[in-house]
């Protein structure tokens, strides 16, 4: 029998940022919150194996392209030399300050955090297996489930050390010679140009017919070029049809627009074609709680399951699988049951595709528009008419606003280019505050600065840009 470790008014099952995004903010609220992980700190998949650990890394590797490229410039480096145990010490170290600050932050806000895997008895109790005390019984008036979502596999892959998911290659144990990327998503491409700024001849299959297929073509058309140079080889329309471990790596056949036929060994594979939720939390049966076809939890607009008394957000509760959606959907759980009026219905949720350059965009895109026959009209300011771009050698991006003609609302925003992460924020915000094209054109931004494009972007609306001539097409 589990000991009886009392009762709580929330519990949150998961410490990623649903999870703790939901946690500190029902405690903000006056609420008795119980969080639990099977980590020691909270902090989840983005924290310890996702967003935080790439993101470290990918500012390595951009470090070490600007390093190269400083050349052109007239600045020359000694080639690097890359010491992998201290790069990965280095990593480790972003990983441990950040979330050694959410256990802080946790203490501060009097969130109870236990240690170890939740099941749950029914739709009251929960029990938890933990590290070091047994099992502990935990009784709550509702329950919170961010159990987040874990790395998709091949059918029929050979059990081998040489082939990764996106957490073993974050570990970095080595840099090997030569990598296959399956699959040409996010985290394909983001780990892809981290290995090969390390050194690795890396090559990509995707098995549709470009990169990136959830993003507009025009953004991923900038990337797909620089992709061209730093990858080995990039192979569209094409898919693993079998993979074989030798003596020397991996050996791998395509099948497909470039399987040309043979086979190709490489050192390690890393395996990247999508994720699954983690729904299949145990004691999940004894709850009225349902999943869809795809296994993830079905919930409604305040994150409710048709449980009544147990929410879910974030991975294991739909698409978008981003950690900023995660931590929206967490707090609008907590409102829901704080008996706020709250929805989650936000216009436009940003992606962004951390390579280089960045890949950017939220609200309506061009290719959902042209899907849905929506007239939108499209304005694009190219960056190579930005002086910011011009002093920073790239202006290999594009920035684009997706606009009603009608009413020039801004419905959408696309970014590809340097920084482009950072500055879809703006976007986002014009999106959600229906800000008119006029707006955006009409809102004094810093000069030089790379933000002038959004500003530029809403001008060329008009054919009325400064620095690109693009009259307006009667
Ligand atoms: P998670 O962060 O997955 O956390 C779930 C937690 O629940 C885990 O700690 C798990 O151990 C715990 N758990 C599960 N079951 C139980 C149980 N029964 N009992 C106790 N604990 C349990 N998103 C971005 O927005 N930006 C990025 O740059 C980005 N980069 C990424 C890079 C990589 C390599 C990966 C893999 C993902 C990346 N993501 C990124 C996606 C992001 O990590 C997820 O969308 C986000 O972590 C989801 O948060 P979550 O709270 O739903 O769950
Ligand atoms: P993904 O869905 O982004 O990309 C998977 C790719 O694999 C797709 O292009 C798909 O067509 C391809 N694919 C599927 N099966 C294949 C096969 N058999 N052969 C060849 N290609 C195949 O998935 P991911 O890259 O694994 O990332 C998972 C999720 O994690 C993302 O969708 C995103 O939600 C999240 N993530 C976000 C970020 C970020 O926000 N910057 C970074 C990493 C991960």
Known sequence: ?????????????????????????AADLGLKVTLIDEQAQPGGVCLYRGCIP??????????????????????????????????????????????????????????????????????????VATHDSG???????????????????????????????????????????????????YIGLELG????????????????????????????????KRIEKIFHKVMLSTKVAEMKEGKSGITVKFEGASAEGGEQVYEKVLVSVGRKPNSAIPGLEKTRVQKDAKAFIRIDAQRRTAEPTIYA?????????LAHKASHEGRTAVEAIAGHKVAFEPRAIPAVVFTDPEVAWCGLTETEAARENRPV?????????????VTLDRSDGVTKLVIDPETERVLGVGITGVGAGDLIA??????????????????IHPHPTLSETVMEAAEVFYGQATDIYRPKKS
């Open 1 to 25: 029998m589990p000991d009886e470790a009392g009762t709580t008014q929330l519990a949150v099952i998961g410490g990623g940022p649903g999870g703790y995004a939901a946690a500190f903010l």
């Open 54 to 127: 790439s993101k470290a890394l990918l500012h390595a590797a951009r470090v070490l392209t600007e390093a190269r490229e400083a050349s052109r410039w007239g600045i020359e480096f000694q080639p690097p030399r890359v010491d992998v145990d201290r790069l990965r010490a280095w990593k480790q170290e972003v990983v441990g300050k950040l979330t050694g600050g959410l256990a802080q932050i946790a203490k501060q806000r009097q969130v109870e955090y236990i240690r170890g895997r939740a099941s749950l008895l029914d739709a009251r109790t929960l029990s």
């Open 135 to 185: 099992d502990k019984r935990l009784g709550f008036e509702y329950a919170i489930l961010a159990t987040g979502s874990f790395p998709a596999m091949l059918p029929g892959l050979p059990q081998s050390m040489r082939i990764l998911d996106s957490t073993s290659a974050l570990d970095l144990s080595s840099v090997p010679k030569t990598l296959l990327v399956v699959g040409g998503g």
């Open 193 to 224: 140009t981290v290995y090969a700024a390390l050194g690795t001849e890396v090559s990509v299959v995707e098995m549709l017919d470009g990169l990136l297929p959830g993003a507009d073509r025009d953004l991923v058309a900038q990337l797909a």
């Open 313 to 321: 957000v974030g991975d294991v509760a739909g698409e978008p699988m």
């Open 377 to 389: 009209k499209v304005a694009r300011f190219p960056w190579a008419a930005s002086g910011r771009a």
């Open 426 to 443: 703006e976007g986002v915000l014009a999106v959600e505050m229906a800000a008119l094209a006029s707006d955006v054109a009409l809102t």
